[in-house]
């Protein structure tokens, strides 16, 4: 027997406010068709004034212990990856702590960009599997919405906002691939790509600053890289690309959801795709497509799901679980 962190549940939160592209023709040279085109995104929620991350993530915490009918106070322990935590410290994922009433347990945030998710996964899978904690809420939470430079076309039509959680729970398990729960995950990085994807604003110059991107480059690592860390995932878990029923990528742009498929010689029926919905937002693009593929009836118990992201850093990296 082996310990497996297991998901029994899983939520999201949209913000109420949905911005079709149609929105950004009067301010910026661009169209409904280009935007469609280039990226697969139609439309996209923006958070109301005042309303944050960390406010958006509780109430996506809130909706996956409901799904898993636990308790705040069933949680050891809360990762929360984001790239736009409220304020520079404390973490995002202590005031979730707090507005949860959680009175135990700990609480970080994971910051990797758009691979967060996977990141946060990750980690909190380790901290299960070496007897840390039993119970981990596992949140991608972002308001990119407060760092897009608004005369940016190439940028600031492609993000969104929004929230997605996972409760992940220790369970005995057999020790095979047919077990429930993480089987294997990836994750990678490499610093001299950083000026691709970045924010230019921090701690260094005393402002938030804006998001700024080479868009076609960050393209081409993409496809190469997810392909490449999914399939390296699989191999980990002694499975290989036809085990899988659904891919649930990072939804950044359609046609690097599809390359992705493509190199994979997995067909779009098994993909999960929520992109032209929600564009992208980072870190909580996976959790919100869990979610979402969830409710729509395509990810079912005992499904093999493979997730796989990249993005600033550049970071990147694949988790490989049984529903
Ligand atoms: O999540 C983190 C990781 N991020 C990503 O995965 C994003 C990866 N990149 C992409 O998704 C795509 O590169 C974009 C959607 C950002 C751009 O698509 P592309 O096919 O790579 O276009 P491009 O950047 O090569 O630009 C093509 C043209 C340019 O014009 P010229 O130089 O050919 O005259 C741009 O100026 O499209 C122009 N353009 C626009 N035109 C209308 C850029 N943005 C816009 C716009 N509307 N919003």
Redesign the pocket.
Known sequence: MICRAVVTGVGHYLPERIVPNSAFEDS????DA??RS??GIERRHFAAEGETTSDMATHAARAALADAGRDPQDVDAIVLATSTADLTFPSAATMVQANLGMTRGFAFDIQA??AGFVYAMANANALIVSGQARRVLVIGAETFSKIMDWTD??TC??FGDGAGAVLLEAQDSAGTKDDRGILATDLNSDGNFRDL?YVDGGVATRTTGYLR?Q??Q??RH?VEKLAETAETALARAGLGADDVDWIVP?Q??IR?IQGTARKMKLPMERVVVTVQDHG?T?AASIPLALSVGRDRGQIRPGDLIVTEA???GLAWGAVVLRW
Do not use: D, K
Request: hydrophobic letters at 45%; proline letters at 0%; one cysteine or more.
């Open positions: 910026l040279e661009t169209t280009w935007i280039r990226s960009v758009c076309r190439s039509v492609l994807l991107m868009g076609n960050v393209f993409a990072h950044a742009n690097i992208n980072s990249i993005g600033g």
